[in-house]
């Protein structure tokens, strides 16, 4: 079916919805009955089912979300922070699995917010906290080893924003991750992964043990693509990466640094 066309039994689909926000042209377009899709500046930013937040469709969420599995059994609480909203489909997927976790989204753009919100179904997620500023000046109001997880998924265009691509950023998560939390980070690039290396520098000057996880055309540096980039204190649970990408379609590879 067109994204733009009709639902089954006939009902229409939902009007796309178009905003010019601070930062971005941002579009959100239904993909059916009930999933919507943002787009930012033309790029697609997010994805989210209405009725499964459970369901993720980018594949780099997938083995984040195979990283939070590991890291904590469903329905247990986890403390998340969320560096990027967008969509909140992460932020959703733990909620969903793990009721009781105390999760913050960090977006700057004040006008995405708005949108999940209104077309993107955030408001029936209370729990959530969304936070609109600069990640990486909120972050240095945040306690000591007060969270599990930090996750990464904010972009300035196809690129990591600067202010979160500096070691002084870097040295702040791992301030406010606990010894045997973990630092996930989505980054997009192309060959030769020049963005990835800087990115994974900056992890390996801080963290003990940190791992990609990609597609392996991307790993070998033969095509663009995402990369996520884990960093820890403690070992990473690597089979457990290994084994859910080894089963992804399309696959997916787990390089330990």
Sequence with gaps: MNRRGRERRGRPAPAPVAVRTAFAQAEVIANGASSRTLFLDGREAGVV???????????YMRRIADLIDAFRPAGSSIDVLHVGGGACALPRYVEATRPRSNQTVWEIDAGVVALAREHLGLRAFPRLRVKV???AELIAGRADKCADLVIGDAFDGPHVPGSLSVAGFVEQVRRVLRPAGVYALNVIDVPPLEEVRVHDELMRAVFAHVAWVAPPGVLRE????????????????????????AAAVPREQVLER
């Excluded at 089912?49 to 594949?59: E, Q, V």
């Excluded at 693509?225 to 859910?244: D, E, K, Y």
């Design 49 to 59: 089912d209405l009725r499964d937040p459970t369901k993720l469709t980018f594949g």
């Design 133 to 135: 500023g600069d990640a």
């Design 222 to 245: 033969r095509s663009p693509g995402n990369v996520v980039l884990f960093g820890s204190g403690v070992p990473l649970p690597l089979a457990t990466l290994q084994r859910h990408a």
